[in-house]
């Protein structure tokens, strides 16, 4: 049978790209990284890594070996914890990632009862607008927003909402247009886009199944983002496309209204998405499951 220990000194070697680096990373002499290897190689009667003095290379058969060996660790590792996050207290660092409106809508309005709820726990989110590489940034949970399903990758990905695009206009704009009775009339109004190539939106009605409608409005202002289109609505400057909850409070306190009740112009899905390996951690496997039942719920 093959020695587990052995299996992470050489996914570590994989990983880090040759014995020295492993050996660095993983507190131990570089001797003993590859005489495992070199263990590890005479069990399988095997050659898995081409070696020389100024270059690391896995065979062909190294690198099938490697993709299950590399699961094997990520199983073990995820058995341990469960025995650990049954034992012990959420503690320790979370790292998280959110774009700003993502932070403004959804986190912040639940992170201080998920501080409170964990005192061991040191939640550090950090708010950005860029694209975030979580494995090479060394994040644990990034939440993003989407409106096309997210791409296939090694990353794991929860569904954590979603809610539908409504079209909406203050009361001013609306007293001084003619209030859009179907689809077509918005060919009429000034539209506020998200985009330069969001220029046409697409409605339907979900409720009777109706078939999808384009039209394009008169572009008036453009913004790639909602806070942003929702005070140029309340502005009186056009109708916008946004999505239900930002929108909600304004609408319930009478600064905007809905237009076109019943038709939606798609819907935008919020996701958590994590490297598998830590999305088994206790920590992140905590702040996941408060966000499904705060967020999701």
Partial sequence: MLNLNDLHFFVAAVDQGGFAAAARRLDVPKSTVSKRVAELERALAARLVHRTSRSFTLTDIGRDFYEHARAAIIETEAAQDIVRRRAAEPSGRVRLTASM???QQYLAPHLP???AAYPKLHVLLDVSDRYVD???EGFDIAVRSHFAPLPDS????RPL??????LVAAPAYLGAHPAPLEPADLAAHH?????PAAGTWRLARPADASPPVSVVPLPRATANESTVLSSLAEAGLGIACLPASLCRAALDAGRLRRVL???????VTTSLVM?????????VRAVVDFLVERVGG
Avoid: K, M, T, Y
């Fill in 154 to 157: 090694d990353l794991v990905q």
């Fill in 261 to 267: 009740d019943g038709w939606e112009a798609g819907s």
């Fill in 101 to 103: 409106p993502v932070a």
């Fill in 191 to 195: 539209g506020l886009l998200s985009g």
């Fill in 161 to 166: 909402a979603r809610e539908p695009l409504i």
């Fill in 134 to 136: 979580l494995v090479q």
């Fill in 275 to 283: 490297p598998h390996r830590r999305g088994q951690l206790p920590g």
């Fill in 113 to 115: 009862a998920l501080v």
